[in-house]
């Protein structure tokens, strides 16, 4: 931002960066559970199916208040809801939530005797509505993994979309952002179930999201590398920059390469307390929303 | 339509009277500024030389804070000057991670404000605030369709450029070299 005429030098803090983990777990968690419910895998994948979406609009709830918490004019906030902009991300980013939302509801409704098997609606219009969305559950499936990935990609291509900000004016960013998000709910997964088959099977897709990662990390700055001066600047606060410890050391060691390890051996049988490796990829992929958020409000173009 | 501003570099003298003139005209909120003043000083002593430059919103042809509101807040109106509807803004600070020239700052009052070109003294035939007030005559404003507005007339007789094209903003505020 500008010293010259403002106070604050990040428009953006805290809540920025906590929704965009929470929408990208969330994401990734209800595209895990659509997948394999249209796959017909669900009684193998109870936990994806049919547990671990019941923290989905639980983790939305959340990041939308943190949204709102971030407004400066909050009571004008349903201008989003009067407007279509298909030029700006936030704007279907907006409309997404508003689909993605309910139906993370609706779709832990329909589980809701897993948790609680006495559970009972009261009213008969809400056993319509159940037995209504039970009978076009599929549909309902479709639209959750589509919104999904809409949801887990349009983050990275919110910031991808700011020119003005070097570091974050890279296409790499919105497949980046949908991979931890996917890497996230894998993990979510892992930590929720207690079936060795489906722990084992979500490990191995974890260690396949963590390898694209990877690569699109390296991609990423070899990318910035590549382009102009104010690029390179950008990329020079994660090589020897401030921001180069906590983006190394955070995300990609303790975030990235450690659970990938931890997985593997794992695979290999060898016995490694089960939540370990899930929560440093939760916690990694945290780290990378608010070390990008914070970083790229420092990039700028210099004149 | 198409309005513009060009900003003598060579007989700026810095004094921020632009600033102070803007900020009373437009009621800015004390701590703010929606134009400012740049200086930058190249060379080594006694071989100097200082660049002043009265920066504000440079009215992009291509703007990005326009592209990026979610509301339509942000929007161009006639002459192609940029304005934020306060009634529409949530506040949301899109456009001001956008800018590249860093243009814009939250208003207390919740929505995002920044310079208007004084679109309502334009309306009555004045010339913007800074403009009128600036004692060395150094800024120059009109409309780059008619060749013999203010602006039009000075960016053909003087050498000239605009802050980072590179940008791709296509930017409307001239500086004279």
Redesign the interface.
């Known amino acids: 931002?500008?010293s010259?005429?403002?106070?604050t030098l990040h428009?953006?803090h805290w809540q920025i960066p906590l929704y965009l983990f929470l929408g990208g777990m969330a994401a990734g968690i209800l595209c895990f559970a659509a997948l394999y419910y249209l796959r017909g895998r669900e009684k193998e994948y109870l936990t994806a199916v049919r547990v671990a979406p019941f923290l989905a609009p639980i983790l939305l709830v959340i990041g939308l208040l943190a949204l709102f918490a971030?407004?400066?004019?909050?009571m004008?906030?349903w201008?989003?809801y009067?407007?279509i902009?298909m030029?700006?991300?936030?704007?279907w980013?907006?409309w997404t939530l508003m689909v993605i939302t309910p139906v993370s509801f609706i779709w832990s409704a329909l589980h809701i005797r897993d948790i609680f098997p006495e559970w009972n609606w009261r009213y008969k219009w809400l056993f319509n509505l159940e037995v209504f969305f039970n009978r076009h559950k599929t549909a309902l499936a479709w639209i959750m993994l589509i919104f999904g990935l809409i949801l887990g990609i349009y983050t990275g291509i919110l910031l991808s979309?700011?020119?003005?900000?070097p570091l974050w004016n890279t296409s790499i960013l919105g497949p980046l952002f949908l991979a931890s998000g996917l890497s996230a709910g894998a993990a979510t997964i892992i930590f929720l179930s207690k079936d060795p088959a489906e722990r084992k099977q979500f490990a191995k897709i974890d260690l396949a999201i963590i390898g694209i990662e990877l690569f699109l990390i390296i991609h990423m700055f070899m990318g910035y590398l590549a382009s102009?001066q104010v690029q390179i600047e950008a990329a020079r606060m994660f090589l020897g920059g401030e921001y180069t410890a906590s983006f190394w050391i955070f995300v990609v060691i303790l975030g990235l390469i450690i659970p990938a390890l931890l997985e593997i051996l794992e695979l290999r049988k060898y016995h490694i307390p089960a939540v370990v490796s899930p929560l440093l990829v939760i916690f990694g992929s945290f780290m990378l929303r608010f070390i990008i958020v914070y970083a790229g409000?420092m990039s700028?173009?210099l004149? | 339509m198409r309005y513009a501003m060009a900003a003598d570099t060579l007989k700026c003298v810095g004094c921020s009277d632009c600033v102070v003139a803007c900020q009373a005209e437009n009621k800015v909120p004390i701590g703010y500024c929606r134009d400012w003043i740049v200086e930058v000083t190249d060379g080594t002593y006694p071989v100097l030389e200082m660049e002043i430059r009265s920066e504000r919103c440079n009215h992009c042809v291509n703007a990005p804070c326009v592209r990026c509101c979610p509301t339509g807040a942000s929007r161009y109106i006639e002459g192609g000057i940029v304005v934020v509807v306060p009634d529409k803004c949530i506040g949301c600070g899109a456009c001001i991670a956008s800018c590249p020239y860093d243009a814009r700052y939250p208003h207390p009052a919740g929505y995002v404000d920044k310079c208007t070109f004084c679109a309502h003294r334009i309306k009555k035939g004045m010339d913007p605030a800074c403009v009128a007030v600036c004692p060395t005559k150094c800024l120059y404003f009109g409309d780059l369709h008619d060749p013999n507005s203010d602006v039009s007339q000075v960016l053909r007789k003087r050498k000239h450029k605009t802050l980072v094209p590179e940008a791709g903003t296509d930017p409307q505020l001239y500086f004279l070299i």
């Not at chain 1, 010259?4 to 106070?7: E, L």
């Not at chain 1, 971030?70 to 909050?74: F, G």
């Not at chain 1, 979309?161 to 900000?165: P, V």
């Open positions: 931002m500008n010259m005429i403002d106070p428009i953006w971030d407004l400066r004019h909050r004008y906030f201008q989003l009067a407007n902009r030029q700006s991300p936030m704007s980013g907006a979309a700011f020119n003005a900000r102009s409000q700028r173009y004149y």
